[in-house]
């Protein structure tokens, strides 16, 4: 006698007083695309109220599913019915799914390839909201191997997720029942960490996080910063016992930092009185000194790192000035000092020991810059002509100088054109109180194909463009593919042009973007005999297709 077959994924729902939503989450369910055979459902009623139970007990009976309802007594939280799910769950995989949320048609046919594809232990489903915030940038694309030491994904703690039974199983992952709110970061936690590979599913609209209208969802209200800071103290712990020192265990202990302690120093720590400004600072000291390594310093971004330096050393009216700062849009010219670039904030003053420490922008500066605009692309003979501007961040332009750089893809030789500087007061730009003056950000260069690699003409090939710029000590680069105006073609036109120390043969010239890249490409004009016998084969192609009838 055949055994039943098991369910492909075990859907656990925790429901607490869910009418109407209940209804809706069910129906989301049962037009999966994966088929109800493939599903198993199991859902605990946390001491419901409001008729949930009954409706639960219907729906058993009358659906032609896997279906299982689990009544209890109020636990006060989902922690409890979740675990009393898995204990009962039976599916190579289970999803977890709130009793006033829904699921798209095709999320877990989708979730269940991914998992199969690529072995995966934990899938990421794309979450969108429903009058609730939820994260986007992890959710940009499909990853079939997530890194968890970069990137987002660790900021996505939320259980909506597909996870591996087996891999529940063997490590004994169950959800703390201790904890009212945030119990699953715990778990979720946890499960990154014991899988092989992550997944993320990001092409298709996954999962539907409602925020109900009665304003009942438990995370819709938040929590104070004490409870905030003591559950965020056990998820400290909890990654420090998993992990080595290291990239992976800064990075999840500086997402702790950032969410439940830097992000809650905001406008409403503005608006308390000052008493309560200090008792916030006080508390949450002892965590800042505690969890805030010098490499975990080191590697936020300027306003964490200010809130932070002024939570460990207990700073409360610097904190004020830091976040008015912050809020006010960083008002203040940057400071350059021996090729490095600092912010202007009003604490700590630029001659302190800890202002190089915790000011120094270069590297953000920088990696948004140059800020560059091509209007004007086009041949002169052997002559490649651009004009636009181009400058540093944050950088007067007194001293600036722009190269038009010139890379071989194949060989990585490159050729520097410098660039004729343009008055351009007109990029001048007030910030706050301060000016930084663009005035020579605009450019004009030649680029000479046959002159320009020290003389001689461009060897073939393709080379991409870039632009570069030097000012005050600081160089930056950035690629032209996605730069170009309006005003210029898209389309690569190509040019028969005769350069001088090339054996007078034509080269081809053909220039546009390409994957973000302004690409040249350089080709030789073919021999006479090849070229004679181009037209030979295309003379007589002509000369057949002439004695078809082709109707």
Not at 196 to 222: E, H, L, Q
Request: with cysteine; charged share 25%; aromatic share 8%.
């Amino acid at each position: 006698m055949n055994s039943p077959q098991l369910p492909t994924v075990s859907v656990i729902i925790p429901v607490y007083n869910a009418m109407p939503y209940l209804e809706q989450t069910l129906a989301s369910i049962a037009q999966q695309s994966i088929g109800t055979d493939a599903l198993e459902i199991v859902v605990v009623n946390d001491g419901s109220t409001d008729g949930s139970g009954a409706f639960l007990d219907a729906w058993a009976t009358e659906k032609p599913w896997q279906m299982k309802v689990i009544h209890q007594q109020a636990s006060g939280g989902p922690s409890r019915p979740r675990n009393v799910g898995l204990d009962h769950a039976t599916g190579k995989y289970v999803f977890f799914l709130d009793g006033d949320d829904c699921v798209g048609p095709e999320a877990l046919e989708r979730l269940v390839a991914m998992a199969e594809k690529n072995g995966s232990d934990t899938v990421l489903a794309k979450l969108i909201g429903v009058g609730r915030r939820v994260p986007k940038q992890v959710f940009a694309k499909n990853v079939d191997k997530a890194d968890l030491s970069k990137g987002d994904v660790y900021y996505t703690l939320m259980p909506f997720k597909l996870f591996r039974r087996s891999m529940l199983e063997a490590h004994g992952l169950r959800f703390p029942e201790h904890m009212r709110i945030s119990e699953d970061q715990h778990f979720v936690a946890r499960a990154y960490l014991h899988s092989k590979v992550i997944s993320i599913v990001g092409d298709y609209n996954c999962y539907y996080v409602v925020k109900r209208g009665d304003d009942k969802n438990i995370t819709a209200n938040g929590i104070e910063l004490r409870t905030a800071l003591e559950q965020a103290d056990e998820m400290v712990a909890l990654v420090t016992d998993l992990t080595e020192p290291g990239e992976l265990r800064d990075h999840l202990i500086g997402r702790h930092v950032n969410v439940e302690m830097v992000r809650r120093f905001d406008r409403g720590f503005l608006d308390a009185d000052s008493a309560a400004r200090k008792e916030q600072v006080e508390l949450a000291r002892p965590y800042a000194q505690k969890w805030i390594t010098p490499a975990i310093l080191a590697k936020m971004p300027l306003h964490e790192k200010l809130i932070s330096h002024c939570l460990r050393e207990g700073f409360t009216d610097e904190l004020v000035s830091v976040v008015e700062w912050e809020l006010a849009g960083r008002p203040g010219k940057s400071l350059i000092r021996n090729g490095r670039l600092y912010a202007a904030p009003p604490f700590p003053a630029a001659d302190s020991p800890a202002y190089e420490e915790l000011c120094d922008i270069t590297p953000a500066v920088l990696s948004v810059s140059p800020r560059r605009w091509v209007d004007r692309l086009a041949w002169s003979g052997t002559v490649l002509e651009l004009s636009g501007y181009a400058y540093l961040d944050q950088v007067d332009t007194d001293d600036l100088t722009t190269e038009v750089v010139l890379r071989h893809a194949r060989s990585g030789k490159e050729v520097a054109v410098t660039a004729e500087q343009v008055p351009s007061p007109h990029l001048t730009v007030a910030r706050g109180k301060e000016t930084y003056d663009y005035g020579r950000a605009c450019f004009r260069a030649r680029v000479d194909l046959a002159t320009a690699d020290g003389g001689n003409h461009l060897p073939k090939g393709d080379w991409h463009l870039s632009l570069r710029c030097t000012a005050q000590g600081l160089t930056a680069s950035g690629a032209l593919g996605t730069a170009l105006s309006g005003k210029v073609s898209r389309r690569a036109d190509e040019h028969a042009l005769s350069l001088p120390g090339a054996a007078k043969r034509l080269h081809t010239a053909r220039i546009g973007p390409r994957d973000g890249q302004l690409l040249l490409q350089l080709k030789p004009a073919p021999s006479v005999i090849s070229a004679y016998a181009f037209s030979f084969g295309w003379k007589a192609a002509r000369a057949v297709r002439a004695r078809i009838n082709w109707n």
